[in-house]
Nanobody
Framework: VQLQASGGGLVQAGGSLRLSCAASGTIFSLNDMGWYREAPGKERELVARRTSGGYTNYDNSVKGRFTISRDDTKKTVYLQMNSLLPEDTGVYFC???????????WGQGTQVTVSS
């Protein structure tokens, strides 16, 4: 299973970005799909996650600004990020858990930089 993330970039505070992460390989079903980020000097942390049943959870810092969605027919998870803040800066990693074996996979990371 491979994950290909895209959509990162440089944006001014208050702007928006949309991240995408497409999974490929032998996948019969997908359980949880989510996004994590590593801010400079910090550990990787959960940003948003969506289960196969539609349950979502967000880090408190992004609630009301970010929206996670998924298209299982395309094996893709998205993160719509609005009202971006400089503290949203970091490398964003997608993560999926396959349904057939429960293995967790990580994407390569995409850089998001928000300037003030």
């Amino acid at each position: 299973v491979q994950l290909q993330a895209s959509g990162g970039g440089l944006v001014q505070a208050g702007g928006s970005l949309r991240l995408s992460c497409a999974a490929s390989g032998t996948i019969f079903s997908l359980n949880d799909m989510g996004w994590y980020r590593e801010a400079p000097g910090k550990e990787r942390e959960l940003v948003a996650r969506r289960t196969s049943g539609g349950y979502t959870n967000y880090d408190n810092s992004v609630k009301g600004r970010f929206t996670i969605s998924r298209d299982d027919t395309k094996k893709t998870v998205y993160l719509q990020m609005n009202s971006l803040l400089p503290e949203d800066t970091g490398v964003y990693f997608c993560n999926v858990v396959t349904g057939q074996d429960g293995i967790s996979y990580w994407g390569q990371g995409t850089q998001v930089t928000v300037s003030s």
